[in-house]
């Protein structure tokens, strides 16, 4: 089982109109400082935060107790004039905890009223992450031949397909920066994977590589996924092997 947190302003709509119609410089600052905040804090327990929109932020928090999750929104609270609400869910897959986190918020089940902790009882039985990071192959030299923008706008493209592909299976992408992708895996789509990189193959042209990542926390399993991709780099750039995708466990 996995258990994710989605983090979200409240009221954020409101609070936005309050700053007059001058105010996109502000609210990119505090999302930018928030987003920061939430990875800093939650990194620190193991856990990793995902971008997900600017207002709504996903966290991989396998081993993080309802407590925990107070004492980082105390935290939170000293650091920021807005409110947040922190809704956790577990389940077999991503997708699955990220739906039952959604549906103890609301249905306002909430672990602690006065935190705006909202989830249904946590089960210990959460040891299990996969991560899978994807990396377009040689994007500097892609890049190359086109404008800045016209990059961005490939990016969007391969997000917006490796998104559709893998929620169909259950797993929830994120974009991490310049031609990262993670994907929180559900664990049974490995052999799915080719048929993914045929796709963007045959669309776009594209080859991606990856990495993937299995362990009981969300840094754990970013940090083997990071390292199968930089192996996958290692055997390619040593010219003995040509992989695509690759995996460590711990
Ligand atoms: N989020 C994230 N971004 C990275 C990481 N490594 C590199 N980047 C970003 O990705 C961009 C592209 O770098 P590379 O993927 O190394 O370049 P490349 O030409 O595609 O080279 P190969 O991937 O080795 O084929 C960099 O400019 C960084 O912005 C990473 O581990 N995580
Ligand atoms: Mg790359």
Redesign the pocket.
């Known amino acids: 089982m996995i258990q994710l947190t989605i983090i979200k302003i409240t009221g954020y709509g409101p609070w936005t109109l309050t700053l007059g119609s001058d105010r996109e410089h502000r609210l990119q600052m505090l999302q930018a400082s928030l987003y920061k905040e939430i990875q800093n804090l939650f990194s620190e327990k193991n856990c990793l935060a995902f971008p997900n929109r600017f207002d709504e932020i996903f966290v991989i928090t396998n081993g993080l107790s309802v407590d925990d999750h107070v004492k980082i929104q105390k935290q939170l609270v000293k650091s920021f004039d807005l409110g947040l609400s922190m809704s956790i869910g577990q389940g077999n897959t991503p997708f699955e905890a990220s739906s039952n986190a959604d549906k103890a918020r609301r249905s306002n089940t909430s672990l602690s009223k006065d935190h705006n902790v909202y989830g249904l009882s946590l089960s210990k039985d959460v040891d299990f992450v996969q991560i899978i ?1 994807m ?9 190359a031949k086109k404008s800045p923008y016209e990059v961005s706008s490939l990016i969007i493209a391969l997000y917006s397909e490796m998104s559709t592909f893998f929620l169909q299976r259950n797993s929830l992408t994120f974009f ?5 992708f ?1 994907i929180i895996s559900s664990g049974t789509n490995k052999d799915e994977i080719p048929k993914f990189l045929e796709i963007v193959k045959q669309k776009y042209d594209i080859s991606f ?1 990856c990495g993937i990542g299995t362990a009981k926390t969300g840094r754990d399993a970013a940090k083997l996924a ?1 390292q199968s ?1 930089d192996k996958i ?1 290692e055997l ?2 040593s010219g003995k092997k040509d992989t695509r995708i690759l995996e460590t466990t711990c």
């Open positions: 990071h990396d377009v192959d040689g994007s500097t030299s892609v890049s991490m920066g310049g031609d990262n993670m590589n990071t991709l780099r390619r750039d």
